[in-house]
């Protein structure tokens, strides 16, 4: 009984003695995991900010993930990012920019993974807007005189935002005298009529913004020519009576002024003599 029961106290030494060191195994294996992964590696953990969550196309926007963190004794190797366009990179620093050059809404991937292999992810989604699309009519010949209207009431946005139009109707004029001659807003309606009142060749532009602050521009050309006359001449008449007297050395003149819309194209001068006295005495 006494070899019997010193086997019984030896296999709950043993059995307890199995039991802390399992404890002290899984205690070790809480605190290197940073108490986030207790069977594989530490994990870091991910965190995303980008500078603008709505940008329009071709505009670059900036992502941050320097405050992403992984625990003592671990260090962040890589940064692989996913913009969700088909692009693609890594950097072993938390900061990179990128280019959307279509219009739509894409979510963005980071993964952070560190040095024992741990790895987290996180997203981000990004909105692209679209800019206007200009429907400009115009007209690109007119003469002096003539009062042409130039349209532009047909644009449109892809994603139906509500438009508004600048319209600056001669670019070598600064007509809001700031000392640029080509951002002028001489009208904001979507459609103008304009008289042209001198010949020469005109450029304007029209600007047409959306309700995200996407703007267009398109330029327009006016070639204004003088207008073509037909003149036709009315031949007039003028005749002057004198019978007047003059002494030897003694002269007449008579002046005749055309006017402004006429000419003088010949002259005729016939002296008559209606009395001749001869040599008097
Ligand atoms: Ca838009
Ligand atoms: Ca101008
Ligand atoms: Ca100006």
Redesign the pocket.
């Known amino acids: 009984m006494v070899f019997g029961g010193e086997i019984m106290r030896g296999e709950k030494r043993s059995m307890a003695a199995r039991s802390y060191c399992l404890a002290i195994i899984v205690l070790a294996s809480v605190l290197l995991s940073g108490c986030t992964n207790p069977i594989g590696p530490p994990e870091p953990t991910a965190s995303l900010t980008v500078d603008v969550d709505q940008i329009?196309s071709g505009e670059p926007i900036n992502f941050d993930a320097r405050e992403s963190s992984t625990p003592d004794a671990t260090v962040i190797t890589q940064f692989s990012w996913d913009f969700g366009d088909g692009s693609k990179t890594t950097t072993t620093q938390g900061l990179t920019n990128h280019v959307y050059s279509t219009?739509g809404t894409y979510e963005a991937s980071l993964i952070v993974e560190n040095d024992r292999g741990g790895t987290d992810e996180t997203h981000w989604t990004i909105h692209v807007?679209?800019?206007?699309v200009i429907e400009l009519l115009s007209q690109p010949m007119a003469k002096v005189g003539e009062s042409i209207t130039l349209n532009a009431e047909g644009s449109s946005?892809?994603?139906g935002?509500v438009l508004a139009w600048a319209w600056d109707l001669d670019l070598s004029d600064d007509s809001d005298g700031d000392g640029d001659s080509r951002n002028d807003v001489d009208s904001s309606a979507p459609s103008i009529t304009m008289l042209l009142n001198k010949s020469g060749e005109f450029e304007g532009a029209v600007v047409v913004t959306?309700?995200?602050g996407?703007s267009a521009r398109e330029a327009f050309q006016i070639n204004v020519s003088t207008r073509t006359w037909q003149v036709t001449w009315e031949q007039q008449r003028v005749t002057e009576d004198w019978d007047g007297y003059l002494k030897q050395g003694e002269s007449w003149t008579y002046s005749h002024v055309p006017g402004i819309a006429s000419r003088l194209m010949e002259v005729n001068a016939t002296l008559t003599l209606t009395m001749d006295l001869g040599w008097q005495m």
């Open positions: 329009n219009p807007n679209a800019y206007p946005d892809p994603e935002g959306d309700d995200r996407a």
